[in-house]
């Protein structure tokens, strides 16, 4: 004789089951714990070398700027320092650069799709001495750099 389960019953049992498989794979699979990045301390007297070097460790780190801008989804770094003062007549190389990272959908490069969050907000949340290291490295890809922290971004 052949025992014959009721429908409701049956279907309990493939979730209860299901779920059992998917937890036993979660506590098989490897946990990557992922720290957030350490603070960077930008003090008053850095040189502009020193501030480049920040900039760059904030782009790398905190600002994940690498995981977009590779040419491929968001345009790459490699001379936007001489070519930010061009993008839009009548706009400086630092206006420019402090645009994009404020308020990024405000001009976008020909090619590419908008979708950058603004630097400043959340998740990001650059403070503006970040905002002012990252525009003096940006400057540095293939330009001369001139924004200390006294520089009045605008925004």
């Not at 052949?2 to 049956?10: A, D, E, I, Q, T």
């Not at 350490?38 to 995981?67: H, Q, R, Y």
């Not at 950058?116 to 998740?123: D, F, R, S, V």
């Not at 001139?146 to 520089?151: C, G, R, S, Y």
Request: glycine residues 10%.
């Amino acid at each position: 004789m052949k025992l014959s389960l009721p429908m409701p019953v049956k279907m309990v049992g493939v979730v209860l089951g299901t779920t059992a498989f998917y937890m036993y794979l979660g506590q098989i699979v490897p946990q990557k714990e992922v720290p957030p990045p350490p603070p960077v301390l930008i003090s008053e007297d850095m040189t502009t070398e020193e501030l480049i070097e920040v900039g760059l460790e904030l782009a790398n780190g905190k600002g994940i700027c690498f995981s977009c801008h590779n040419d491929v989804r968001a345009p790459g770094f490699d001379g936007i320092g001489s070519r930010a003062g061009t993008r839009i007549e009548g706009m400086s190389d630092v206006e420019y650069l402090a645009q994009s990272l404020y308020d990024p959908d405000a001009f976008l490069v020909p090619g590419f799709a908008q979708g950058m969050q603004k630097m400043n907000e959340p998740p990001i949340s650059f403070t503006d001495d970040e905002m002012r290291a990252v525009i003096v490295w940006l400057q540095s890809q293939g330009g001369t750099p001139t924004v200390t922290l006294d520089t009045d971004l605008g925004y």
